[in-house]
């Protein structure tokens, strides 16, 4: 990110997690209610293990702010744990296969798989959804709205027929699985009880989209500012994410051109483009349209029956360790998502305008609006 920057501290059981987010404009006031729902979004979903029971996740944000709206310095976000023990957590010697214990083990020589764990369990998400909210706060000034949602879970796989915001988030918001097609409910919970009984674990795909984002956000000009660029690594770096398409994705490699590329039609002002296979990049920018990212989550890797590992202590061959662990998390991964690309299109807007304060923001939006509308006008 160049114009924000976030970096987040803190361990699962350690006293808490934060986050520093620098780059907010002053004089935006921060949607209390929306970070609180996100946060308690994240916890959500048909699922999930014991840690959610444990925590009700609340945000501080010790700096930054003043009543409620920002300042122009650094924010520092804080999400306490109640389950606070890192202390006294017991060792994990017997490293979980897809989790970052015998990987970590071997970085930081050590037997003790905890004091890797402790780093890369998916606590730390906690504060990246608190930071993803404020972005969000600063995009719907301009009403961005970024959506994430479940299209697949353990291989059942939704039909999504609604591109209409608000449509797409009620559909999401009632279900167990933040899906918006409830025609798939029933196979999707029958999916993780048989699973949840097998002692195993379920992966799935997620989509995230950004609708009314302005065009010309990104760039084409350098490989690590492109906005493909930027939006895959967020999202790659939410932990067990294993894949990300913009648009269409992969499946755009076995068709022909002519079925892919978007036909761009007059439109009244600017064009129109009569699909969005692209999903709303083209050369690295934005082009206007929907922003369409698609994110694969692998299976969760800690599972109730345990995999085949070793005991690093004493050398056996056993089972791995487990860890009080989820059957699935995908629905709480696609609210992870969805903050990592408000963060992300936060950072490419402020990025595209500069500003200091929120009416700056807001007036070189409008200038840049204006001078793509002044490209197609009386044409
Ligand atoms: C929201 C969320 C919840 C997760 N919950 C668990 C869990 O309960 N148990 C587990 O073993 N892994 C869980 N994971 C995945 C691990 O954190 C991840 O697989 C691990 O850090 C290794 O990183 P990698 O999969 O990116 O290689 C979760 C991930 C996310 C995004």
Redesign the pocket.
Known sequence: MSRLTFASAGESHGESVCAILTGMPAGLDIDFDAVADALAR?QGGYGR?G?MKIERDAVRIEGGIRRGRTLGSPLLLRVPNKDHRIDTAPAVTKP?P???DLAGMMKFHTRNAREVLER???RE?VVRVAAGAVAASLLGQFDITVAGFVVALGGVRATITSDDPAELIRLRDGSPFFCPDEEVTEAMKRMVDETRKAGDTLGGLYEVRAFNVPPGLGTNATWDGKLDTRLAGALMS????KGVEIGLGIEASGLRGSEVHDPILKGDGRPRRSRNHAGGIEGGMTNGETVITRVA??P???LMRGLPSIDVETGEETTAAV?R??IT?VP??SV?GEAMVALVLADALLEKTGGDSLDEVRRNLEGHLEAVNRLFENR
């Open positions: 994240r293990g840690r979980r897809g989790h970052a890369s369990s998916a998400t939410i932990p067990a994410m989550m692998k969760i890797s800690t860890e662990s989820d998390a709480a991964a992870v």
